[in-house]
């Protein structure tokens, strides 16, 4: 172990590694223990930063984008055919929601036949590279937990009809959990009990990976970057690419009308008169119900975690640090004496950095709206609001043989 390490765990005082520092680290460990960003900890008890002033955001309506949508579309098929476009699928989550074991694009959606969820979203992504007649880019970022996995079930799949050459996989970082003191716990003989850090850090993640080096050489200057959940998303939509381009701006949000006021969804606002993205539970009554004088919510366009993001803008803002949200979550540990806890309740401290945070960061958004029913079928839960369930609905309704 070296000694800075040990000094870390001197300074926080570790209770359950403490028991190490004569017998010796496991090897796995004292790896965990020496990339530890032990940053993390000073989070503990500390108040997050203020939120600044909060204001409506003008969003590019359905009706705009109709009136427009075949010069838009022409202009994003040329950025793609120039290949100025890649896309970025993040699916290091746990999805701890669904219940499933693997990774969440591995989940079998289909009813009568198997349609895995990375099946469904390369078939997305599919329709606009033969209709345009060129191939984006895809970069897939998993994490520890579910990387071996889920290369492994893209070879057996043939990359579900997709050239390989044209999909690389990157890793995100680790975070600890703690308990409420800032011990951090043990999830085994061997191991701490760490979890991907959020989707926030996708973008330092691709660049530790050397994937930078391969956007410059493919010339890639748009990121589309969007989540692993949402089976019905258009994926480097060139209407959307199109609207970003003649809009200027330097980043862009797929947007969705919440299905009501309350709708526990961020809404894309200003904050400061920056864009930002503003979280359900930071949201008074009287915001969320606000609405302009043709009656459309003032803080009523969801997003979808289907952005566009401009390369060069994610390069100059690449060092800076997002701050991670502290969460409450249930961690099963390994207590001193080596007797495992299951916990019923929440225990301990997760760290996560969230890519709505990185809107923030943005000097300006566009937002774009599509059509809820025909763009937007998360799967989050088993059962429910958001569930396999609904998404199978949507699918059917959409016309996709399930
Ligand atoms: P969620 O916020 O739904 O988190 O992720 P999750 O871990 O998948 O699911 P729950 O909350 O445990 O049920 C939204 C998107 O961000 C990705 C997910 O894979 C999903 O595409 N994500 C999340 C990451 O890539 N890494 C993370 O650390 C967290």
């Not at 055919?81 to 693997?102: D, H, P, S, Y």
């Not at 993001?309 to 991670?324: C, H, Q, T």
């Not at 923030?360 to 059509?371: A, H, I, R, S």
């Not at 025909?374 to 059962?383: D, Q, T």
Request: charged content about 30%; aromatic content about 8%.
């Amino acid at each position: 172990m070296n000694q800075v390490t040990l000094e870390k765990i001197n300074a926080t005082n570790q209770k359950y590694l403490n028991q190490f520092k004569e017998k010796g680290f496991p090897e796995k460990m004292e790896k965990q223990l020496e990339n530890m960003d032990w940053s993390y900890l000073d989070l503990i008890g500390k108040k997050p930063s203020e939120k600044g002033e909060f204001s409506p955001i003008e969003v590019m309506e359905l009706s705009e984008i109709e009136d427009k949508r075949s010069q838009l579309k022409e202009n994003g098929m040329k950025a793609i055919k120039e290949g100025k476009v890649a896309a970025i699928l993040l699916a290091g989550g746990q999805g701890t929601r669904l219940g499933f074991n693997k990774a969440k694009g591995m989940f079998n959606i289909g009813e009568t036949k198997e349609l895995y969820i990375f099946e469904q979203l390369i078939s997305n992504l599919m329709d606009v590279t033969k209709e345009v007649k060129a191939l984006i880019p895809l970069y897939i970022m998993t994490s520890e937990k579910n990387n071996d996995d889920t290369q492994e079930f893209f070879k057996a799949h043939n990359y579900f009809g997709y050239d390989k050459e044209y999909v690389k996989f990157f890793v995100q970082d680790m975070a600890p959990a703690v308990d409420y003191d800032g011990n951090i716990l043990i999830e085994s003989e061997d191991s701490l009990a760490m979890s991907p850090n959020g989707n926030g850090g996708w973008f330092s993640s691709l660049v530790k990976a050397g994937l930078d080096e391969d956007l410059k050489k493919r010339g890639v200057e748009w990121l589309n970057v969007f989540g692993v959940d949402n089976v019905l998303q258009r994926i480097a939509d060139p209407v959307f690419i199109g609207a970003t381009l003649e809009s200027g701006c330097q980043s862009a949000s797929k947007v969705v009308r919440k299905a009501n006021p309350e709708e526990k969804v961020g809404a894309l606002c200003l904050e400061n008169g920056k864009p930002s993205i503003l979280e359900y539970i930071d949201l008074t009554k009287e915001m969320a119900e606000a609405r302009n004088e043709k009656g459309t919510l003032l803080y009523g366009f969801g997003v979808t975690l289907n952005y566009l993001f401009k390369v060069d803008k994610l390069r100059e803002i690449v060092s800076d640090k997002l701050e991670a949200h502290v969460v409450n979550k249930k961690v099963p540990y390994l207590k001193e004496n080596g007797e495992l806890v299951k916990p019923t309740e929440p225990n301990a401290y997760k760290f996560e950095l969230l890519i709505t945070d990185m809107i923030y960061m943005m000097d300006n958004c566009l937002g774009f709206e599509v059509v809820r029913d025909k763009e937007f079928a998360p799967v989050k839960n088993a059962k429910g609001v958001d569930s396999v369930d609904t998404a199978r609905a949507l699918l059917k309704k959409n016309g996709v043989e399930i």
